[in-house]
């Protein structure tokens, strides 16, 4: 009676092996090539971007945005807007947005050399755009210092700016101050309870 099992086992057996072989190509050619927008960090390599000289940011900035091309990166494909397939070290890339900032002239350099020099004349103040602040200082001589002192910290962390709400012009792959802040967008580890 074992002997009839075996038989129909044996005889089954290539054909079970064939669907399985069948299912997993099916999976395999179904599965869709993700988009180049959707690619996470590190699954792309991204050329730098052209630098303006007067203002160290990309000179295709708009709108806090400016474009770069990318490519995937080794082993790893996408797709197109249009339908066509992207891989590494293909003709032609994909853009990615990057952020950049609005400058208007004052630079970083000069506004931290003013303050630790003529800080105590307010010529750090005037120059960022705060004439009545710089009288101030002007007449008390920097706050008898204090203010100088103060001021001199605050504009070399990056915490006073120039007054039209605009950022210092630093050297693009300088020492930028880059503020953190929680969003609806941040990301949050949930919490395991114990």
């Known amino acids: 009676m074992a002997f009839p099992l075996r038989k129909r086992l044996r005889c089954f057996l290539p054909f079970l092996c064939f669907l399985c ?37 990309p000179e295709n900035c708009r709108n806090m945005q400016a474009q770069v091309e990318c490519f995937p990166a080794p082993n790893i494909s996408c797709r197109l807007q249009d339908g066509r397939e992207v891989g590494f070290g293909g003709d032609f890339g994909f853009n990615r947005s990057i952020p950049c900032r609005n400058v208007s002239g004052y630079s970083y350099k000069v506004a931290v050399a003013l303050s630790l020099f003529l800080g105590w004349l307010g010529a750090d103040r005037f120059y960022l755009g705060y004439p009545a602040l710089g009288l101030l200082k002007f007449c008390t001589v920097g706050f008898c210092g204090i203010g100088t002192l103060i001021d001199f910290i605050l504009i070399a962390m990056q915490i006073v700016g120039p007054a039209d709400g605009s950022s210092y012009i630093v050297d693009y792959y300088g020492a930028r101050l880059t503020r953190l802040s929680i969003t609806n967008e941040t990301f949050r580890k949930p919490h395991q309870s114990l």
């Open 21 to 57: 072989v069948c299912s997993h190509l099916e999976l395999v050619f179904s599965e869709d090539v993700e988009r180049c927008e959707h690619l996470r960090l590190g699954q792309y390599l991204c050329k730098d971007p052209k630098i303006d000289d007067a203002t160290q940011e």
